[in-house]
C-alpha cells in the first residue's frame, strides 16, 4: 500500500496467534523499537479464545470464565479475545512522537472510530469510558436503542513505546463476553458489526484502517517524526 509510511512495519496475520505468543513477540519488539534496532509496527490479527485482565482487573468480575485467564500489563480491566475480533498491537515511538500518552489513546480512539465510520457505523467515544462506542438495538430501552461496546482500546508504555492497542468486534459470538464484566461496565451491552446489520471480514475492515493511518499519524503531536 503505496500511503503506508516506510518507517512503519504494517503486519497482518494470516491465522489465529495465541495471546501469549503475540504478547512475547510484541514486547521483545518494543524493545527493540526502543534501542533504535527495529522499525515501529502496527500488527493485526485475531486470537483464540481468551480472556485478559489488566492492571485494573478485580477478580470479582470473572463471571463465569469459560477460556483461559491471562493477566497482562496493559491498562484497564478485563475484556475478551476471540474468533471474529480484530486485535491491532500498535508498537509506536513516543520519543520521537511526542511524550502524550493520553493523546496517542485519544488518536488511536479516533482512528478506529474513523475506520468504523468509513464502514458504516456510527461511533463514537463516551465521557469517562475509555473504548469504542455505537448505538446498538436495546428493547428494554424507551428509545429502542442504547450505547453498546463495539471496541476496547487497552495501553502500556515502556520506555516511552507503545504497547498493546486496540480490538474491535466484527463478528464475535458475542456470548463469550458473559464469562466476565467486560472492561468493568456492568451496565453497558457488548456489540459488533454483524449485530449491528453492518457485516464486516478483516480484509475490508484492515483496508479501511490503513487509508486512514495517515490521518492518526498526523493527529496532534503523533505526527512530530520525519517519516522520510
Not at 49 to 61: I, Q
Not at 137 to 163: F, M, N, Y
Request: glycine letters at 10%; aromatic letters at 8%; hydrophobic letters at 45%.
Amino acid at each position: 500500500m503505496d500511503h503506508l509510511p516506510d518507517a512503519i512495519e504494517w503486519r497482518i496475520a494470516t491465522a489465529p496467534i495465541a495471546y501469549e505468543v503475540a504478547v512475547a513477540e510484541m514486547e521483545a519488539r518494543a524493545v527493540a523499537v526502543a534501542e533504535g534496532t527495529a522499525r515501529e509496527l502496527i500488527w493485526l490479527l485475531e486470537h483464540p479464545p481468551v480472556y485478559t485482565g489488566g492492571t485494573s482487573a478485580d477478580p470479582a468480575e470473572l463471571r463465569d470464565p469459560q477460556f483461559p485467564v491471562i493477566d497482562t500489563g496493559r491498562g484497564g480491566r478485563y475484556t475478551y479475545h476471540g474468533p471474529g475480533q480484530r486485535i491491532g498491537y500498535v508498537v509506536l515511538d513516543l520519543t520521537r512522537r511526542g511524550r502524550d500518552v493520553r493523546q496517542f489513546v485519544h488518536a488511536l480512539e479516533g482512528w478506529v472510530i474513523d475506520t468504523l465510520g468509513d464502514l458504516g457505523i456510527a461511533a463514537f467515544r463516551a465521557p469517562g469510558r475509555i473504548g469504542i462506542w455505537t448505538m446498538a438495538p436495546d428493547a428494554l430501552s424507551p428509545s429502542g436503542t442504547a450505547e453498546a461496546k463495539i471496541g476496547a482500546i487497552g495501553v502500556r508504555v515502556r520506555r516511552w513505546v507503545t504497547l498493546h492497542g486496540f480490538s474491535v468486534n466484527l463478528s464475535p459470538d458475542l456470548a463469550h463476553f458473559g464469562g466476565i464484566v467486560p472492561c468493568g461496565l456492568a451496565d453497558f451491552a457488548v456489540t459488533s458489526a454483524a449485530a449491528l446489520g453492518a457485516p464486516t471480514d478483516f480484509a475490508t475492515f484492515d483496508t479501511a484502517l490503513a487509508l486512514r493511518l495517515p490521518a492518526f499519524l498526523e493527529t496532534h503531536s503523533l505526527g512530530r517524526q520525519n517519516m522520510a
